[in-house]
Every structure is written in structure tokens, then in C-alpha cells.
T-cell receptor, first 112, second 112 residues
Framework: QQPVQSPQAVILREGEDAVINCSSS?????VHWYRQKHGEAPVFLMI?????EQKGHEKISASFNEKKQQSSLYLTASQLSYSGTYFC?????????????FGKGTLLTVNP | KAGVTQTPRYLIKTRGQQVTLSCSPI?????VSWYQQTPGQGLQFLFE???????NKGNFPGRFSGRQFSNSRSEMNVSTLELGDSALYLC???????????FGPGTRLLVL
């Protein structure tokens, strides 16, 4: 079941904040966030696991509401380099095999 | 550490032909996943291999197959190519389940 991302696109000025949401109809075990720039491969941003553990290596925050099966990615004080398409990938809870299902993406454009 | 490498980077084939794509994961990574990315469908999961075993498969026809070797390198094969198979094929490696996936640069396949 493909997760639903919102908004589909957002345009910001440098320094503004943005929130990208990811919702699933299934109980989730983990949510992965990636950013992809045009012509490049997706780059890892963050993993949120059921139970609250969070892994990431960039100064970007995210939340995972297990009850609502939703995750939100928070981009604060946006920089030009934040531009790109953001994908959430979800792993279903209780699944015996590893399978990541991605949303259609949110196109973020940061202008000077 | 060297990143994920994929060969070839670009490929042009005609309908009915078959193609084999190769992926070399990051050293020490035993999980390799394959994705198809198109403008219309986004990132779609093809299959995942761990220690030479296919653990999960996406909703693709049997023309799509893959394998993993003892050194964790993976190949995917598409037989009887169709125009709709034109896409960017991405390979990602990780240490295991629910770990960060590192994507390769992809192989762009054009079917004429």
C-alpha cells in the first residue's frame, strides 16, 4: 500500500520553514525519508522506527505518530540546497520480509 | 568507503530484447534492493536480496528477475523488453532490515 504524501509541491523563500507529511493506511514499523535532486540518486535523510528510535545524519527533524500511521518531516530555515523531491518510504509492521514502499514524492523548491 | 556502483549507467535496447543490470553494494552490506523509477509511477520496489536469497518481491511481471552472488553483488534481468520498461533502475544496499539504504546512481534504460 503506497503511502500518501502531502503537499505534492511547495515553494519557499530561503529561510522559511516547511513540513512534509506522509500517511499510511497500514500499521507501520518504520518510515524512511529521502531527498532526490534532479538527475541524481535519492539520498538518505532520516529513519524513524516504531517505538520512537530515530536515526539520521542531517540537521533535519521528523516525527512519527504510530497511532495515526503518519510521519512529518520538518525543514527549518530552508537553504537553497534543500531543493529537491522528498520521498517517504514505509515499512509495514508485522511483515516478515523487508520491503520499502515509497510515496509519490513532494517537490520542494527554495528560491533566493 | 566506496559507494554503491551500478553498471552500465545508460542503455538503449529495442523491444523484445533482454537486459542485465549490475549492482555492487557498499562493502559489508548484505542487503540489496532494486527499484524502478518513472515520472508517472515514482519509485517502485522490484525485489530485495539478502545473503543470496530473495526475501521480497514487488508487483512486477515474471520478466523481471534478479539474483545475488556470494560477494553480495547483485544483478537484475529483464527479458522481452517492452516500451514501458524504459525507466531509471536504482539499486540500494544496506546492512540489513530497517537500516539506511544507500542508493547507487542508477541505470537509465531506454527501450525503443
Amino acid at each position: 500500500q503506497q503511502p500518501v504524501q502531502s503537499p505534492q509541491a511547495v515553494i519557499l523563500r530561503e529561510g522559511e520553514d516547511a513540513v512534509i507529511n506522509c500517511s499510511s493506511s497500514k500499521a507501520l514499523y518504520s518510515v524512511h525519508w529521502y531527498r532526490q535532486k534532479h538527475g541524481e540518486a535519492p539520498v538518505f535523510l532520516m529513519i524513524l522506527l516504531k517505538g520512537g528510535e530515530q536515526k539520521g545524519h542531517e540537521k533535519i527533524s521528523a516525527s512519527f505518530n504510530e497511532k495515526k500511521q503518519q510521519s512529518s518531516l520538518y525543514l527549518t530555515a530552508s537553504q537553497l540546497s534543500y531543493s529537491g523531491t522528498y520521498f517517504c518510504g514505509t515499512e509495514i509492521s508485522g511483515g516478515s520480509n523487508y520491503k520499502l514502499t515509497f510515496g509519490k514524492g513532494t517537490l520542494l523548491t527554495v528560491n533566493p | 568507503k566506496a559507494g554503491v556502483t551500478q553498471t552500465p549507467r545508460y542503455l538503449i535496447k529495442t523491444r523484445g530484447q533482454q537486459v542485465t543490470l549490475s549492482c555492487s553494494p557498499i562493502s559489508g552490506h548484505r542487503s540489496v534492493s532494486w527499484y524502478q523509477q518513472t515520472p508517472g509511477q515514482g519509485l517502485q520496489f522490484l525485489f530485495e536480496y539478502f545473503s543470496e536469497t530473495q526475501r521480497n518481491k514487488g508487483n512486477f511481471p515474471g520478466r523481471f528477475s534478479g539474483r545475488q552472488f556470494s560477494n553480495s553483488r547483485s544483478e537484475m534481468n529483464v527479458s522481452t523488453l517492452e516500451l514501458g520498461d524504459s525507466a531509471l533502475y536504482l539499486c540500494a544496499s544496506s546492512l540489513g532490515t530497517s537500516e539506511t539504504q544507500y542508493f547507487g546512481p542508477g541505470t537509465r534504460l531506454l527501450v525503443l
